[in-house]
């Protein structure tokens, strides 16, 4: 006979402190997972241990739970109610079959790699104006523009509008995390509005004057008739912008973070390009920016012999997760650890059509820097963000030896 969630003793974690970042998150997720694969959160479970979490992911008895945090913000009407019912994320089935059947061709390895040459320009447009003076804000001069500007070059916009692009996705990331939501709802709904108007333009400058880019893709595909809408456009345009910024923005600072508090191990990337790829990896897997996601059943589920009623909010770990049966817990970027075990990017239907760019955008990053910033160390204090929605770095001061 199966057990009842709710009848377990379970321990108790609140994901919405906001105290919570840096050694003291890794501290208390590390006891968390070793006293159980499950605890109890204020609305719901979150599961600890990879397999539980991609479970949980993949069920098709869940959907991610957005509808349900922006009725918990109150937002039920108006332009970012539409967009949060829009949002990829927010759609399963055949619906999202179908549009992630027009995204996946121009995000596959080989797609992303396309885009390698833009990335180098970028980064080294960034890097040549701070090269020689051997200390910056990192987060300010590349960790933010970066990841922007490449955005912008995959999808055809101009670079020009890079940093209002990343503005604009900072706030409607924001829509995740129902503390912001509730707190900071019209700047979010401001942000989904001069969003769709800047859009709405570039779309048209693009069905004008076509190019390689994303944008005209799907111009290309809504033009086929039924496979595409002018909002399922729009929408789809804005899920690849927003998501594609401040997520890698934030993973680039985590990953100096970490690299300048390990020198060893920035040290031995520069002298072997070859660990550029398992570099990032490691990264991904030890400090993911996504530490956690969320699934809400719409059916009953039976899993491990408990029941989950109809209704129940399940959050997953990805912190615990990339760490359930990868070998030693330390950042290390020599250790010999399984593929595929990185639970950063999600799991299932909605697993992260940008990861390959992701992982192209990081390792360009990490190869350029570690040769360009040799002696890397923190110069001053670092001010981490909070593990809710995108786990952030506001500002991470960085030197390294000039010749
Ligand atoms: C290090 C960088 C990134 C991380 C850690 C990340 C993480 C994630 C995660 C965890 C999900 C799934 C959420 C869930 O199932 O609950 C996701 C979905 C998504 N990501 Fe990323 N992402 C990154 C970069 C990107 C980039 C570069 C793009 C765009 C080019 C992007 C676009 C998207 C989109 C559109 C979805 C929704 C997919 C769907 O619903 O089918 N992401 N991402």
Redesign the pocket.
């Known amino acids: 006979m199966p057990t009842a969630a709710a009848t377990l003793d379970l321990p108790d974690f609140d994901p919405a402190d906001i105290t919570l970042n840096g050694t003291a998150f890794h501290d208390t997720m590390h006891d968390l997972a070793a006293r159980s694969w499950l605890a109890r959160i204020p609305f719901g479970y979150l599961t600890l241990d990879r397999e539980a979490g991609e479970f949980f ?1 993949r069920t098709r008895a869940a959907t ?1 739970p957005g509808q349900l945090i922006a009725a918990l913000g109150g937002v039920e009407d108006g332009p970012l109610r539409q967009e949060i019912d829009r949002n ?2 927010h759609v399963d089935g055949a619906d ?1 079959q179908r549009l ?1 059947n027009l995204l996946n061709p121009s ?1 596959t390895p080989r797609a992303a790699d396309r885009w390698r040459p833009a990335m180098r320009e970028i980064l080294a447009s960034l890097l040549d104006p701070i090269r020689a003076s051997g200390s910056t804000e990192f987060v300010e001069t590349i960790a933010k523009p970066y990841p922007s500007l490449t ?1 912008a070059t995959v999808m055809g916009a101009p670079a020009t509008d890079a940093m209002r692009l990343h503005e604009w996705s900072a706030w409607i990331q924001r829509q995740f995390d129902a503390p912001s939501l509730i707190s900071q709802r019209d700047r979010i709904e401001q942000a989904v509005v001069e969003f769709y108007e800047w859009c709405d333009a570039l779309i048209d400058r693009r069905r004008r004057s076509p190019g390689d880019d994303l944008i005209s893709t799907l111009i290309a595909a809504e033009a086929e008739g039924d496979r595409l809408n002018d909002v399922e456009l729009v929408n789809l345009v804005l ?2 912008l927003i ?2 910024v401040d ?2 923005q934030s ?1 680039l600072a985590h990953a100096m973070r970490l690299f300048a508090t390990h020198p060893e191990q920035w040290q031995l990337l520069g002298k072997d390009p070859e660990l550029v790829p398992r570099a990032v990896d490691e990264v991904l897997r030890h400090e ?3 530490p956690f ?1 969320a699934r809400l059943l719409v059916d009953e589920v039976e899993y491990r012999d408990i029941t989950f009623p109809a209704g129940t909010l399940v959050m997953v770990c990805s912190f615990t997760g990339n760490r359930d049966g990868t070998g030693p817990a330390e950042f290390d970027i020599t250790a010999d650890r399984p593929a595929g075990r990185v639970m ?3 799991a299932g ?7 390959n ?2 992982r192209a955008e990081l390792q360009e990053a990490l190869r350029l820097l570690a040769v360009a910033m040799p002696g890397l160390r923190l110069d001053g204090d670092v001010v981490l963000g909070t593990v809710q929605g995108i786990y952030g770095i506001e500002r991470l001061p960085l030197a390294w030896d000039t010749a």
């Open positions: 992911l991610f990829i994320l999202h992630r995000f955005i899920d690849v998501g594609g997520t890698t993973q993911p920016v996504t996601t950063t990017f999600g239907i909605h697993f992260c059509v940008g990861a760019l992701a």
